[in-house]
């Protein structure tokens, strides 16, 4: 039940751009907050951006210019604009939906933004 599923990692170079998706295989997606994470080497799982059923968007502080999180409820799909790519940013990104009617937590099994060596 609720199969998400994250894409649109790789490898980009220093100030570049990448597009992740997460696609929830029902309808959940209308009905929760959703959660950007990310987990780099050796470092904590940090939430990078959020998006509620009504739109309210919270950010990192260090993404908030460069990162935008949006979503399309008939694909049932949150995106995640990255630009302008640093250093740090390189980390396995996971999406989490916390649903409250029904009740749930849902991860995805997250998608590679690899450094850039």
């Known amino acids: 039940q609720g199969r998400l599923v994250e894409s649109g990692g790789g490898l980009v170079q220093p100030g570049g751009s990448l597009n992740l998706t997460c696609t929830q295989s029902?309808?959940?997606?209308?009905?929760?907050?959703t959660f950007w994470y990310r987990q780099a080497p050796g470092k904590q799982r940090e939430m990078v951006e959020s998006i509620t059923t009504s739109s309210i968007i919270d950010y990192a502080g260090a993404v908030q210019v460069r990162f935008t999180v949006s979503r399309n409820n008939d694909k049932n799909t949150v995106y995640l604009q990255m630009n302008d790519l640093k250093p740090e940013d390189p980390a396995v990104y996971f999406c989490?939906?916390?649903?409250?009617?029904?009740?749930?937590?849902?991860w995805g099994q997250g998608t590679q933004v690899p450094a850039s060596s």
């Open positions: 989490h939906l916390t649903v409250y009617w029904p009740s749930g937590h849902y």
């Open positions: 029902g309808s959940l997606i209308r009905a929760a907050t």
